[in-house]
Structures are given as structure tokens and as C-alpha cells.
């Protein structure tokens, strides 16, 4: 942690130390008033008082802007002032409910400074008590205060670059955004539009991203969600409601869609944004996508319908475009209802990929995308081929169980038989494996979709997905968990070395450390399924009683 004097200010030593310090704060006077920093000056705080009680305890208004945050090894923990006392802080409440929705990203433990232990001379606290700027420590996850690359990599970096983005989407008001609902997925279909051409706004809007693994947080439920064209929430703009896909804003996570018109946009790149708000009247973190308008002589288009195959339902699939010469992408999302789509690029060569849950993609490879010219494509997707697939309702016989992997079927938000591990003790490496290994010669494009609850010690036990393509004799991780209290679902798409396979398994791995656990990682609903020439060959279409002509 860098040696600063905190908001007592005792005196600065170390010449990176200073310049950190003026490069943030610039010059403050005697009486804590500070100018030329990075950081505008939000909060009365005096340089030197000689105890914590003579601070004035004013707090930084709720619209202070930024956010401060020193990172370095090695505790896994999120941490906000004081470090110096025992006393909360005058914005406590805000600095704690955004410290909980940052852990929720990187699973590490979110306290008050003090929690560790008592610290003096820390950035986060002078910063904060000069500046009244949010301001926090993260100290990341490494075995070690080196950590070795492999383990930055795999989860030290994509855990914590999650929290520094959502930090970034806060920088606006940090001390109110994120006591609302995040907007966690948002997509603009299609991407690249003619102007005039509706463009279909779709978002998440979540209350429940907390890290609650040290404290409780009051969840409220979603009560509106609207989308911004080409301007902020807090520019002005009364913002378009988006409607609710079940038909109620009646729970703290909903999905809902708007479509907006486009009609009169220039040509060019156009961002919308979506912010929720709660029931309690917060308006959370916004979020972003972009689609572009062209004139209709510059693009070329391709429109049509993806159904299943075996009985001509439609299907959401999702459409991509992707150039054989360069970095330009596309994507359009086939309607729900109708399995409708539409979908623009710019003339070239395309890579056209049609793929949707749970179904076999498919591929056109070298497609010529052609100024001012349309083309039609259907497409009817056949379903993957299930390897496995297991809901934990008919005892264990498919697996093979390390203790303390059990099946239960008293684990919170799941009220059917599940595995998991209660009580789990200290310095554990146990896995629950599938019994069998299965021959996959002849499949590719393998997907995994499971259910789980990693209700682990966050940032210190972790739970591991690995498959081995050899019977158990290598592994490799493709999906990794720690202090996740709710119940979450999983579609992964494993790497190419499962292809051809002849002999795959499966494994959840708990790990714990030697200190402290948790209530436990639950598993359920587990299916294995591959595409592929195999899969393909076990495909049966009856077009003779297709289409409602089924004898009786």
C-alpha cells in the first residue's frame, strides 16, 4: 500500500509518494482545502488535526464525481475508509454498497479498512478525507504478493479488470448509481441499420450483484428501465421505457426490450443507453451498446428465417458476420416469435455463422456482401446430440464422489436434489467426477451447461470445472467460482481439444485454503452435448409427416 499520510496528513516522504499525492490532489492548504489536483475538492477536511474526532465530519455530497482506487497484493479483499479508526467514515453507507458491488465482480471480501487492521498513512483514506473523492484499496487474489503469471492470468486479471469496468460506468455519481440496479447485458439488433429501419434495444437490469459475504444488503426489485439514444440518463433526455419480457417490472432481475425508430439519424455511429431504477427510487449503472445507420446503397443485406429443422419452429438464433480481411463483426438476433432476422455489412468477404442453444451451428463460409444488394437465407438449425445429461433427481450412480460431495436437497433457492458440499473443511482438493468417459470420436463444438451455487469463502476457496480428454489422465480448467450466494446458469463451450475425445470426463473440483469455508458449491442440472459429423448422422427428418400431417 502506497505510504501516504492519510486525512491527518502527518507528512509525505518518499518522492513517488509526493507525486502521486500533487498529481491527484495538487496543493492543499492548512485547512485541507485543495486545488490543481485531478480530483476537485468535494469535502471539508483539515491537514492535520490531532486526533480523528476533531475531523469535521462533513460528508462529500452524494454528485461527487470519480473514483480513486489503489491496487496491489495480496489479501483478496475491497477496502474503504478509515483504515485509522474504528469510526465510520461520513459517506460510509455509499462507500460500503458500492464496495459490495464491486466484490461481487472479483469475489473478494469487502470491508472497512479498519476490518484488517488498523492503518495510517494509506491513500484511500487520504483521499478521501481531503477530497471526499470514493476511494478504495483492492488488494487482489495471488498465492503469493508475486503472484506467478499463470495464476494472474486465469484470475487475478479477468476478475479484476469485471469491477474496474463497472467502476468505470459509476465515475458520474458513485455515491448514488450504484445503490440502484445495474444494467448488466445490453444489445442493439441489428448492429448496422438503414436508416428508418427500427433497431431493438434488449438489457438486463439486476438489483442482486452484492457481495454479501461480510454484511447484509437490501435488494430491491426493479421498477422501471429506460433507454437513451446518443445522450446520457443525466443529460436531459426523458429516455424511452423499456417494457418487461414476463409483462410485470416485479423482481429485483428482469429482462425487457424497447425498439426505437431511426428514422432521421445520421449515417454513422449511434450509442443508446439503459438505466434501471428501483423500487426504492434509485437509478442505477447504465450501460451501453452502438449500431450504426448507413444509406442502403453502401451495405449489402441478407434477411430470412432460422427454424428447427425437425418441425420448422422458429428460433432466436443469433446471426454473425465476421470479414475474412479485417476486424469488422456483425450480429442480429432471429426474432423469438417468427425466427425472422435481418442483418447489414459493409461489402466484402463474410464468414456467416448461424447459432442458437442447444442447436448446431452453421457456417457459410466466403459470402460476397454487396453494395445495395439483397440476398434471402434460411436457415433450419438441427438440435446437438446429448451425451449426458443428469438432474441429480435418481441418485449418484453417474458420478464418482470425493467427500464432502453429497446430494442434497436442502441448499437455499433450489428446492430439488442437488450435489454440494456442506461443511467442507480446510485445505481440501476433492472432486465429484463423472463415472464414465465418454467417446466422443467423430463430435466437435462440445458444450457444457450446469446450475451452481459457489457458496465458497470468497476470494480464498474456489470451485473448478476441468475436463480431461483422456480418461483422467490430463485436466484443463473452463470455468472457476468463489463467494457466488445465488444460484446461477451455465452454458460453456469447451476448447477444441475436447473434439474427438475418446475418452472425456468431467469434473467439479473444490479447493479450499487452510483457513475458514463456506456453506458450500452446489451442482445441478448437468447436460454434455457435441455437435459435429457423428451428431449430424443421428439426425432423422420426417418431412413426409411434417407440418401437422401426422397420421393419427
Known amino acids: ?288 451498446a452502438f449500431f450504426d445507420v448507413a444509406d442502403a446503397s453502401e451495405i449489402g443485406t441478407i434477411d430470412g428465417s ?24 456483425h450480429r442480429a438476433t432471429a426474432d423469438a416469435a417468427t425466427g425472422r432476422y435481418i442483418v447489414h455489412a459493409f461489402p466484402g468477404l463474410f464468414d456467416v455463422r448461424v447459432s442458437a442453444l442447444h442447436y448446431m451451428a452453421q457456417t457459410i463460409t466466403g459470402y460476397s456482401m454487396q453494395a445495395g444488394v439483397s440476398d434471402t437465407a434460411d436457415f433450419g438449425l438441427l438440435a446437438d446430440c446429448v451425451v449426458f445429461e443428469d438432474h441429480m433427481e435418481n441418485g449418484g450412480a453417474a458420478w464418482t464422489s470425493q467427500s464432502p460431495w453429497q446430494i442434497v436437497d436442502d441448499v437455499p433457492g433450489n428446492a430439488t436434489h442437488v450435489w454440494n458440499t456442506p461443511n467442507y473443511g480446510d485445505n481440501l482438493s476433492r472432486s465429484l467426477t463423472t463415472a464414465a468417459a465418454f467417446d466422443l470420436t467423430g463430435y466437435s463444438d462440445v458444450t457444457l451447461d450446469f446450475d451452481d451455487r459457489c457458496d465458497t469463502e470468497s476470494g480464498y476457496d474456489y470451485g473448478y470445472v476441468e475436463y480431461s480428454p483422456d480418461n483422467g489422465s490430463t485436466w484443463n480448467q473452463i470455468y472457476s467460482c468463489t463467494g457466488q450466494s445465488g444460484w446461477q446458469s451455465h452454458h460453456l463451450e469447451l476448447p477444441a481439444g475436447a473434439n474427438d475425445a475418446s475418452a472425456l470426463k468431467i469434473r467439479f473440483r473444490l479447493m479450499s485454503d487452510f483457513f475458514n469455508n463456506g456453506p458450500g458449491w452446489a451442482v445441478d442440472n448437468v447436460r454434455l452435448a457435441a455437435g459435429g459429423d457423428m451428431c449430424l448422422g443421428q439426425q432423422v427428418l420426417d418431412r413426409i409427416f411434417a407440418n401437422g400431417f401426422e397420421p393419427d
Open 1 to 288: 500500500m502506497l505510504g501516504i499520510a492519510d486525512r491527518r496528513l502527518q507528512g509525505a516522504v518518499e518522492p513517488e509518494t509526493t507525486n502521486l499525492f500533487s498529481y491527484v490532489a495538487g496543493t492543499c492548504d492548512v485547512d485541507g482545502q485543495c486545488t490543481g489536483g485531478l480530483f476537485a475538492d468535494h469535502r471539508d477536511g483539515p491537514m492535520n488535526p490531532p486526533s480523528p474526532g476533531d475531523d469535521p465530519g462533513d460528508a462529500a455530497p452524494d454528485d461527487t464525481p470519480g473514483v480513486f482506487i489503489d491496487m496491489h497484493s495480496n489479501a483478496a479483499l475491497v477496502l474503504w475508509p478509515w483504515g485509522d479508526t474504528s469510526t465510520d467514515s461520513p459517506n460510509v453507507d455509499e462507500l460500503t454498497t458500492f464496495g459490495r458491488r464491486i466484490a461481487y465482480f472479483n469475489g473478494y471480501t469487502p470491508e472497512q479498512s479498519n476490518e484488517l487492521y488498523l492503518t495510517d498513512g494509506t491513500t484511500d483514506d487520504s483521499m478521501y478525507g481531503l477530497l471526499g473523492v470514493a476511494s478504495y484499496t483492492i488488494e487482489t487474489n495471488g498465492s503469493d504478493f508475486f503472484e506467478d503469471c499463470a495464476s494472474f492470468e486465469a484470475n487475478t486479471a479477468p476478475t479484476n479488470l469485471d469491477a474496474l469496468r463497472y467502476v468505470a460506468r459509476n465515475l458520474h455519481a458513485p455515491y448514488r448509481l450504484p445503490a440502484g440496479p445495474d444494467t448488466v447485458g445490453i444489445a442493439a439488433n441489428p448492429d448496422l441499420v438503414v436508416s428508418g429501419d427500427d433497431v431493438t434495444v434488449t438489457a438486463n437490469i439486476d438489483s442482486s450483484r452484492y457481495n454479501t459475504s461480510n454484511g447484509s444488503q437490501t435488494v430491491y426489485d426493479i421498477a422501471s428501465a429506460l433507454a437513451y439514444l446518443d445522450a446520457m440518463p443525466w443529460d436531459g433526455d426523458a429516455g424511452t421505457a423499456l417494457t418487461p419480457d414476463d409483462g410485470a417490472f416485479d423482481s429485483s432481475v428482469e429482462a425487457a426490450t424497447v425498439t426505437l425508430p431511426t428514422t432521421g439519424l445520421a449515417s454513422g455511429r449511434h450509442f443508446v443507453y439503459v438505466q434501471g431504477t428501483d423500487t426504492n427510487a434509485s437509478a442505477g449503472t447504465p450501460n451501453g
Open 306 to 329: 432460422v427454424f428447427a429443422a425437425s418441425d420448422h419452429s422458429p428460433i432466436a438464433a443469433t446471426i454473425t458476420l465476421t470479414s475474412e480481411t479485417g476486424p469488422e463483426m
